[in-house]
C-alpha cells in the first residue's frame, strides 16, 4: 500500500504561479512512475504530467511549457511547479503512484486560478 499526501493547492490570479508538492508517507521501494492528474468541474480526471523511467517527463498539451515536474527533495515524492496560470487550470490536483503496476492515489488538492 502506499499512501500520498498532497500539498500546496490554493487561489491565484490568472499569470499567477503555484507548486504543489507531493510524497509517499513511507519509504517503499518499487514506485516506477509519479504523476499529477487534474479534473474540473463536471469534467474527467486527466492527466497532467508525469515522471518515470530514469527521470523522463511528458506533459499534458495544455500545459507544456507552463508547468515542470521533477523529483521532491525526499525519496518517493514528486513537486508540479505551476507557471502562468490560467483559469482552465482550476480544478482539484491529484498525485498519482505507480508500484507493480497498481496505481495508488492522493486525496486530492484544490488549485484555483480567477480572471
Known amino acids: 500500500q502506499v499512501q500520498l499526501a498532497e500539498s500546496g493547492g490554493g487561489s491565484v490570479e490568472a499569470g499567477g504561479s503555484l507548486k504543489l508538492s507531493c510524497a509517499a508517507s513511507?519509504?517503499?521501494?518499487?514506485?516506477?512512475?509519479m504523476a499529477w492528474y487534474r479534473q474540473a468541474p463536471g469534467k474527467q480526471r486527466e492527466l497532467v504530467a508525469r515522471i518515470f523511467e530514469e527521470l523522463q517527463t511528458a506533459y499534458a498539451p495544455s500545459v507544456q511549457g507552463r508547468f515542470t515536474i521533477s523529483e521532491g527533495a525526499a525519496k518517493n515524492a514528486v513537486d508540479l511547479e505551476m507557471d502562468n496560470l490560467k483559469p482552465e487550470d482550476t480544478g482539484v490536483y491529484y498525485c498519482?503512484?505507480?508500484?507493480?503496476?497498481?496505481?495508488?492515489w492522493g486525496q486530492g488538492t484544490q488549485v484555483t486560478v480567477s480572471s
Open positions: 498519482k503512484a505507480v508500484r507493480g503496476g497498481v496505481p495508488f
Open positions: 513511507t519509504r517503499i521501494l518499487g514506485i516506477s512512475e
